[in-house]
């Protein structure tokens, strides 16, 4: 079956870190750049970054850059993003998905939720 | 950045009636257009991909059009399961943006 799992989400102190990981399995994950997409409660999609099949491109919104990594290990089929200095902004689902034809998200997680609350 | 302005914000319709939304995007984005379906609780869902693909396992009810910047997706026959919120999303350049989706609810 092919699918996405999402852990490591949680809740945590303004400032702080956290590491999300997502594992990929039923196809070969090498193949495709991967993306994080989050939802703040009660509100729309938002890209956040996204990372080239090898790892060597990695984009990301303005509002992350410079808190937010992301990276992948290929031979483990999994996806992380390196989440610090989190503001109470960032508490949303977030979502791993694999980009495909004119990369279209086709295949996502079942989300990891990040709370940031004092 | 590119802008995705999606219309109507929510609608109310009943089984059976065609339903229509737009996705507009700020600069010309060629058919990098992709549509998704999400139900409370659960991750989005690809309907089409390029503008105007099927997903597969998507029933045929559900068609994509346009390109440019001008963009429609079409339910031509609602079903009860098909109550949800709809998102567009630019794959055209990055950051990839989404329209702010349609609530689509029983009438």
């Known amino acids: 079956e092919v699918q996405l799992v999402e852990s490591g989400g949680g809740l945590v102190q303004p400032g702080g870190s956290l590491r999300l990981s997502c594992v990929a399995s039923?196809?070969?994950?090498?193949?495709?750049?991967m993306s994080w997409v989050r939802q703040a409660p009660g509100k729309g999609l938002e890209w956040v970054a996204n990372i080239k099949q090898d790892g060597s491109e990695k984009n990301f919104l303005d509002s992350v850059k410079g808190r937010f990594t992301i990276s992948r290990d290929n031979a483990k089929n999994s996806l992380y993003l390196q989440m610090n200095s989190l503001r109470v902004e960032d508490t949303a689902v977030y979502y791993c998905a694999r980009q495909w034809s004119h990369d279209a998200f086709d295949i996502w997680g079942q989300g990891t939720m990040v709370t940031v609350s004092s | 950045d590119i802008q995705m302005t999606q219309s109507p914000s929510s609608l109310s319709a009943s089984v059976g009636d065609r339903v229509t939304i737009t996705c507009r995007a700020s600069?010309?984005?060629?058919?990098?257009l992709n549509w998704y379906q999400q139900k409370p609780g659960k991750a989005p869902n690809l309907l089409i991909y390029?503008?105007?693909h099927l997903q597969s396992g998507v029933p045929p009810r559900f068609s994509g059009s346009g390109s440019g910047t001008d963009f429609t997706l079409t339910i031509s026959s609602l079903q009860p399961e098909d109550f949800a919120t709809y998102y567009c999303?630019?794959?055209?350049?990055?950051?990839?943006?989404f329209g702010g989706g349609t609530r689509v609810e029983i009438k």
């Open positions: 600069q010309g984005i060629d058919y990098y």
């Open positions: 039923g196809f070969t994950f090498s193949n495709n750049w």
């Open positions: 999303l630019q794959s055209y350049s990055t950051p990839l943006t």
């Open positions: 390029a503008a105007s």
